[in-house]
């Protein structure tokens, strides 16, 4: 299965997982189709227990899942790790609280066996492009909360992946330094065009950044609709109030809610 | 300032009840006292220290090398953990006593020393280590797993340095029992240098000053141990702990449960259960000892047994468990009650918590079992004494586990009561008392061991009673037999303490708290 030669992005057929919960089994994931094209962003939105996470977990290869085939750049999950075809970043900055922000960021590439010293470059690139310059030496403790989640959005970054992650990267932040940061990211990733999937729960954000969201429904988590999202980029601040940006927000919503009984 | 003053206080009215001898007339001397017949023993100082230092150090390193590699060694392969989980217990339960006339008799110069260091600090360390290991932010893994690393990666890059500060905790705690086991092992060794051998030799001498030196400089050396770690822990610990708490917990930190068909989990329980005896007889195996003084579990059932006077050396060892149980379960429960009313205390009166704990810690790091010679002088050779010791050696850790553990519990449980008008007894009855109840458990697990060991130290030294005695009297006569078989008796007894309060551990926990 992994040629390499197939399409790039995402391709996701026929994927299922359960859990065992309490002894019982639990499905996690019904039976799930999903591409992502290559540079596409689409972010997946749910309410809790719709799977979205597990979804990201199965394309990152860290849970296997029971049947179905992922591909990501036509690797399997394991294998696309072991390339460093992917880049990952969790709602927790999940930071090495002994290690500095520095160290932090090259933390991918001594795992892939990247020789970090000739990446000094790019990480000082990274480091200024999420705005920490100064900050270079300092630990994880020493950081707020926003500047944390900008170290782990640059450590998700450099290893110049192509396939990138992101499991509710802001879900922790306030609303205002949120919306900073879905600029921010829109702008990094403009510079990278990575093909990206974006979990999330938060409707305006996922439109805000996405080409396309997944909704997604839970008890047992599948794919309820995908709507498009056409907004020109880059998108400013101001779309968050546009009509035409509530009004597919109402969408969005009418299919989070449509099965909820 | 204060504690300058408050410790001149102290050191006043221990001089006034030395000089003026309120206490078993004389047994207790002034410090000025202590401090003179130090001096005048300066000369032969330098040389007990060293021979009890020495191989205290051998043995922390050999010991905690094992506990560190067989730790690393338990997350990698964790069915590893499962099949050495009886050896761990029974090394856990071993009243380190015990174990001192076998290595006396097996081993020449310093060996059983280090032996029985090395055995006592095995426990603290591997498990401090274990849980370092185990207990990491899920999430890190994940991270170092979606760039292809795997169980190694996860090891090096962030199991190990996340450990450091459980493992200089486990160092900390392991440090004294290092000077506790050298000391121990001198007893009955005859060796003449060692402060042990230095304690019991000055016994007899109507010396109570000497005697307080002695012991207070073994403290000394146990509480540089446990400073110096402590400092490296400090050093280790800052901009370590996680700047944010994990919501999963990492699954490997589950680690010591079993899964699997119940087959499987009944011969991994059987074999572990054996694994303690084949690892016994493996030893002796290995070393070659003459099989006159060395017995395997073969041996020891033999003794007890199928030998032809097994029916009297059966007799002898029921008596003698009849005299030391009882005793060590009375001990303990006064240990442990008390720390337990204490402990229930601090929940509404936290600034009692707070001016016990340093003194706990303190005295924690004291080798106590190895100071019973001043026990003894103070209080006699009846079982005041030997009860004494029991409560010091249990009272303190006890107290320390319970009070971190309430210390967890959550505020705001007491303010719901406060809030409705619940007074401090309220509290302590509806929240207090249902949270202490695990660590009540934990503590008494964890100081079981201890409590059969005071008992059987204050009798071999002093009381001339139940195993200990036992012990004593069969050291005198070259009854090997009789020595495996109250060694044997000892650890088995201790393993089935831990087991049973294992067991009442899960039911209450299940019941009561899901």
Redesign the interface.
Known sequence: MSSGTAPEGIRIVGATKSFKLDGAPFLALQSTDLAVAQGQLVAVIGPSGCGKSTLLRLIAGLEPADGGDILVDGWTPAEAARRGVLGIAFQDPALLPWRSVLANIALPLQVLGRNVAEAKGRIAELIALVGLRGFETARPSQLSGGMRQRVAIARALVTEPSVLLLDEPFGALDQILRRNMNLELQRIWMRQRSTTLLVTHGIDEALFLADRVIVMQARPGRIAASIDVAFPRPRPLSLFSAPEFAALTAQVADALHTGEG | MQRLARLGIFLAVWEAIGRWQLIGSGALPPPSAILVQFWADRAVYPAHVWATFWPAGIGFLIGDAAAILLAIAFVLVPVLERLLRGFNIAIFAIPPITLSPLLVVAFQGTTPQIVLAAVTVYFPTMIATLIGLREI?P??A????????GTF?ILW??RL??ALPSIMTGLRIAAPSAVLGAILAEFGSGSRWGLGSFLLGSMGQANPARLWGIGLCATALAACGYLVFSLLGALAAP??????M?IRRDPAAEGGKTQGPLVVRLALMLASFLMPFLLWQGVLDLLQISPVIARGPLGVWRVLVTGFDAADERAALVAALEQSVPVSILGMAIGIGGAFVLALVTVVRPAVGRALMPPSLLLQTMPLVALTPLVVLVLGRGLTATLTIVFAVTFFPAFLVMAQGMANTPRAARDVIQVYGGGALQQIWLVGLPSSIPYLFAAARLVAPSALLGVITAEWLATGYGLGNLLNEARGELDYGMIWAVAFASVAVSVIFYLLVQAAETLINRRFFG
């Open positions: 932010d999430r890190f994940d991270i170092i797993r979606a760039y292809g690393g990666t890059r962030v340095r996340a901009g370590t702990a996680a700047t944010t994990a």
